[in-house]
């Protein structure tokens, strides 16, 4: 089983500047706190990057930005699906030229393909990956494709297919995924799976609340695999409201965005059509930083 990415990955922001631009500054000083507090790997230009309103240039500037700071200490995972194949597959090139060390890629989303179009689609873009690790991404909630397990299993034996972002929070698949696929490292798609997922045989998550927590997360794994599973529960627990403020308060990356500025990043808002936190919902991110003694109660 592939464990090149590690066991906490975060799926990045993308930080704006007050123009709306990417504020390359800001990035690699978000990749040095990911680095300090717990991430293995991250995602650049995902979802949570607001991949659909960046440009690919945007996205490969990201991704070399992201290379250059991290310098092999983390893995650069970087998002390159799309609804349309050529797309993918050219932006999947190009990451792989700007040095990512793995690719992501959503299962095609609004077109609703068949089965026959979904396994010709990841089969192009793993072939332009070459020999660079893919994670296929699967998102039933935003792409109202369900990636069936037998299906997983087929794409599972494409070369250079090493990991699945399960973000269908169904156990069962899961369950399903594995017996069928053993030798796949399979992640938790949803901070809130983490440990559900953990006890069937994942390896880790795909996170967004580790912009927040991540070493409190690499401790419940730590704990989980050391078999002290009644701690591991105790402290899945407890992040459990950080977990459901930064993750059902509003669209992300809206919640992360503003748990960051009030951890004193400037990470600008979110590019429309997403919008900043209103004044209510940021007061619920602040209340719930301090009581977790995430942040000064005068930030």
């Not at 290379?67 to 092999?72: H, K, M, Q, T």
């Not at 793995?102 to 989303?109: A, K, T």
């Not at 919008?275 to 109660?297: K, S």
């Amino acid at each position: 089983m592939y464990t090149g990415f590690g066991t906490i990955v975060t799926a990045a922001v993308t930080p704006f500047g007050a123009d709306g631009s990417i504020d390359h500054d800001e990035w690699r000083r978000l990749l040095r706190h990911l680095e300090a507090t717990g991430s293995d790997a991250v995602v650049v230009a995902g979802t949570t990057g607001e991949s659909p309103t960046i440009s690919d240039e945007e996205k490969l500037e990201l991704v070399r930005s992201a290379v250059d700071e991290l310098a092999g200490r983390l893995r650069v995972i970087a998002g390159t699906g799309s609804n349309d194949t050529r797309h993918a597959v050219e932006l999947t090139r190009r990451a792989v030229e700007a040095g990512a060390d793995g690719i992501l890629v959503v299962s095609p989303y609004y077109n609703n393909p068949p089965r026959e179009g979904l396994v010709r689609h990841f089969t192009a873009v793993c072939r332009a990956a070459g020999d660079t690790p893919v994670m296929l991404y699967n998102v039933p909630a935003r792409t109202v494709v369900n990636l069936e397990p037998d299906l997983v299993a087929e794409l599972a034996q494409l070369p250079n297919v090493v990991a699945l972002k399960q973000a269908n929070p169904e156990l069962g698949q899961f369950v399903e995924i594995r017996s069928l696929a053993p030798d796949l490292a399979i992640y938790a798609g949803n901070d809130d799976t983490l440990l559900p997922m953990l006890a069937e045989g994942a390896v880790g998550v795909v996170s967004v609340a580790s912009h927040v927590i991540g070493d409190r997360m690499q401790r419940v794994v730590e704990l989980w695999r050391e078999g002290r599973e009644a701690e591991a529960r105790e402290l899945a627990d407890e992040l459990g409201d950080v977990i459901a403020t930064i993750n059902t308060l509003t669209t992300n990356p809206i919640p992360v965005k503003a748990a960051l500025q009030l951890l004193g990043f400037e990470v600008g808002p979110p590019r429309l059509p997403l919008v900043e936190a209103t004044g209510m919902q940021r007061e619920r991110i602040r209340a719930m930083l301090e009581r977790h003694e995430l942040v000064a109660t005068h930030a």
